[in-house]
């Protein structure tokens, strides 16, 4: 299993980015899976979510309404649209695969692309 | 949310020796299916996270006989039967009973005296 991810850059506060994580080695079409976040020097915090199917995805309180999950499962892609940025999103963002079922399996975890929100 | 309480935060162990994590939850971690999602992760340093454990107790492959898991309800422990050298870095515990969001605990650092 493999994870990449790629995107990461600075931006300025109110900016938008997108970054990716390309999946190889396993079903990417069978499970579900999620962003992580962990910002500089500190602990791990779940951001979004999204079914096997791409047909329910969630998000956590502080990204709502600004961050969009989206995945591609005929090129095992997953995407965040991250609009509206601002410093507190500054991050290393870790794609994570989870079970066939949203159950926080999170066996397998990239190793992070790294959004800098600063002006 | 659930809030997933880890003590200690700061955890100093001489090589050899046992170590214990505890990590409490707010709320029961008992899925309506039977299950328990309570994960735990090692994270060294400048690494990404690594599952140790899943559902309380069951030990990822490859992950040394020495680690294990315990608990039910809302009090979860992880131990470390005699701590090595690698074993060093933050060890979280995770839930994905109730959700969303998943939620982590807030980490507790593991050093050698």
Redesign the interface.
Known sequence: VQLLESGGDLVQPGGSLRISCTASGFSFISYAM?W?RQAPGK????VS?ISSTGGSA????SVKGRFTVSRDNSKNTLSLQMNSLRAEDTAVY?CVKDGQW??????Y????TLVTVSA | DVVLTQSPLSLPVTLGQPASISCRSSQSLIHSNGNTYLNWFQQRPGQSPRRLIYRVSKRDSGVPDRFSGSGSGTDFTLKISRVEAEDIGVYYCMQGTQWPPYTFGQGTKLEIK
Request: hydrophobic share 45%; charged share 20%.
């Open positions: 999620s992580v602990g791990l915090e779940w979510g969630y998000y956590a309180d870790f949203l159950l926080g399996d999170f066996d975890w990239g190793l992070g």
